[in-house]
């Protein structure tokens, strides 16, 4: 089963205005991921947060965790039309043997009209 | 620009057939992984091998599907026999391990279709 679950489904938006994703988790992680995939292709590693951190950001991405709550945020800022693609929020286990094994929520649609 | 490469990008078969699907990881890497995805059922984790040691299958149908790694350069996933149900795109993965935090590189997927 998917632990992660990004909400909302689908996000339709105009350039230049930002993009907010939400991904909630259900047990405990070493870091989260978020991976970007265009349509027909394979997923993208955009950005990495441990779980001792809560806040980093990349270029136009900020990526805010709250392990309390289990959430995770994910804004684009002044988005364009090519950040149109399904965004996918990922967990990583503490350890153990199941390191590396990471868990995918259901993806976030995004739309971005010129 | 390292990458992972599948073959082949896509497949036509009828039910019954026996369908191969083949992943280079990023030379380097010890763990690799094989997903499927639908839209149905999003993506799944099918099996994941490191240092070319199986890990966890428990994703994988046992009865039709089997997966491989025959070195490090090269891992395989089988289904024998293949149904319709089966018809998805499956991707292969390949981290660096710790040093990367799990973090994962995929390939353009292997696009499936049983008739």
């Known amino acids: 089963s998917q632990q992660g679950e990004e909400d909302p489904q689908a996000l339709s938006i105009q350039e230049g205005e930002n993009a907010t994703m939400n991904c909630s988790y259900k047990t405990s992680i070493n870091n989260l991921q978020w991976y970007r995939q265009n349509s027909g292709r394979g997923l993208v590693h955009l950005i990495l947060i441990r779980s001792n951190e809560r806040e980093k950001h990349s270029g136009r991405l900020r990526v805010t965790l709250d392990t309390s709550k289990k959430s995770s945020s994910l804004l684009i800022t002044a988005s364009r039309a090519a950040d149109t693609a399904s965004y996918f929020c990922a967990t990583a286990p503490p350890g153990g043997t199941s390191y590396g094994k990471l868990t995918f929520g259901q993806g976030t649609i995004l739309t971005v009209h010129p | ?20 699907m083949r992943c280079q990881p990023i030379l380097g890497h010890n763990t690799v992984f094989w997903y499927r995805q639908t839209m149905m059922q999003g993506l799944e984790l099918l099996a994941y091998f490191r240092n070319r040691a199986p890990l966890d299958d428990s994703g994988m149908p046992k009865d039709r599907f089997s997966a491989e790694m025959p070195d490090a350069t090269l891992a395989t996933l089988k289904i024998q026999p293949s149904e319709p149900r089966d018809s998805a795109v499956y991707f292969c993965a390949s981290d660096g391990g710790m040093i990367r935090q799990g973090t994962q590189y995929f390939g353009p997927g292997t696009r499936l279709l049983v008739l």
């Open chain 2, 1 to 20: 620009d390292a990458r992972v490469t599948q073959t082949p990008r896509h497949k036509v078969t009828e039910m019954g057939q026996e369908v191969t």
